[in-house]
């Protein structure tokens, strides 16, 4: 079974910064995309940032500019390198894959890590 597992959240002021991380057990490119998702509390998850297999990557309007997501293809492993955070920005984020099945994909989630931004 794919797992992906997130480190790197955590407290921070405003104005900080913050990396995450997310390793997957399985070579990146059984992905068409790995990225990062977020919820708030009453809120709906929302897109952050996301990269495709290919290389290209897309942001969610409200972190673009500051948020920025990279892969290293030898680690398995994603980033997210959140910087000029904001108390809005404070969520759980989920690492999450869309696994290649033959001719569809399967979403797979990482179990969430705690973002808090406050001063």
């Known amino acids: 079974q794919v797992q992906l597992v997130e480190s790197g959240g955590g407290l921070v002021q405003p104005g900080g910064s913050l990396r995450l991380s997310c390793t997957a057990s399985e070579s990146i490119f059984r992905f068409n995309a790995m990225g990062w998702y977020r919820q708030a509390p009453g809120k709906q998850r929302e897109l952050v940032a996301q990269?495709?297999?290919?290389?290209?990557?897309v942001y969610g309007d409200s972190v673009k500019g500051r948020f920025t997501i990279s892969r290293d293809n030898f680690k398995n492993t994603v980033y997210l390198q959140m910087s000029s955070l904001k108390p809005e920005d404070t969520a759980v984020y989920y690492c999450?894959?869309?696994?290649?099945?033959?001719?569809?994909?399967?979403?797979?989630w990482g179990q969430g890590t705690q973002v808090t931004v406050s001063s």
């Open positions: 999450h894959a869309d696994l290649i099945q033959g001719d569809s994909t399967e979403a797979v």
């Open positions: 990269i495709r297999r290919v290389g290209s990557s």
